[in-house]
């Protein structure tokens, strides 16, 4: 099984930068899709980024223009850089893989806390 490990997060203030990792380990070949989720209390986790193997890309429009998702196949490893930071952006960031293309999610990360303050 693919293991994941976030890192990156940390406690900012509104406009600030933050890039986010997410290094996979466990198995040869890259991941065929890896996504980014956060979790904010209280509220539903939600869907922030995805990335296939291929380099297609999906941002959710509530990130859109501010954030961009990236990935490094040699190192198996996506990015998720975050521009432009608002306090709602407040959340626990979480790396999640689809291994081998079969559509259902197989691995997640711990996650990593992102705070943004006003």
């Known amino acids: 099984q693919v293991q994941l490990v976030e890192s990156g997060g940390g406690l900012v203030q509104a406009g600030d930068s933050l890039i986010l990792s997410c290094a996979a380990s466990g198995r040869t070949f890259p991941p065929y899709e890896m996504q980014w989720y956060r979790q904010a209390p209280g509220m539903r986790r939600e869907l922030v980024a995805s990335i296939s193997s291929g380099g297609i890309t999906y941002v959710a429009d509530s990130v859109k223009g501010r954030f961009a998702i990236s990935r490094e196949n040699a190192k198996n490893t996506a990015y998720l850089q975050m521009n432009a930071l608002k306090p709602e952006d407040t959340a626990v960031y979480y790396c999640?893989?689809?291994?081998?293309?079969?559509?259902?999610?197989?691995?997640w990360g711990r996650g990593t806390q992102v705070t943004v303050s006003s």
């Open positions: 999640a893989v689809d291994s081998d293309g079969t559509g259902s999610l197989d691995s």
